[in-house]
């Protein structure tokens, strides 16, 4: 099933906006049921604010009729989406035998969040440093 360019923006753009309402909602009411208010605050309008840029990008690039990607971008993100598993693969690995044979009690939340942003930067890196070397 193909989803059209434009249907795709605009669901976009209205779930980034539901998502930063939702972050302000967190902020400024701060309900009992939300254990870390300013962490589940920033990563909400963190996400929803990346989706609606994302979408007015998408709709610039649509509209200036420029050609955004060809054939090597698709291997380009292959390879780098490979390499970042790999990488994430062992460092998770690490981390919890790690964790296990020392015995550490951690809070979740800021383990996830170093590995989500670990996950983000490498494949950013390993994308463009593919993308230098094709």
Known sequence: MVIDTKAQEI???IFGIFLVTTGIYIS????AWVSNVYGAML???GAGL?????ALWEYKIRKSG????DERDYRIAEKASFRTFQIMF?????????LGILNIQLPAQPVVAALFAITG????G?????????
């Open 11 to 13: 669901v976009s753009i």
């Open 28 to 31: 400024v009411y701060e309900p």
């Open 43 to 45: 990563g909400l309008i």
């Open 50 to 54: 990346a989706l609606i840029l994302i």
């Open 66 to 69: 420029e050609v955004k990607e």
């Open 90 to 98: 062992i460092l998770q690995g690490f981390l919890f035998a790690t």
């Open 121 to 124: 930067f490498s494949y950013m």
């Open 126 to 134: 390993f994308f463009y440093w593919y993308r230098t070397k094709m």
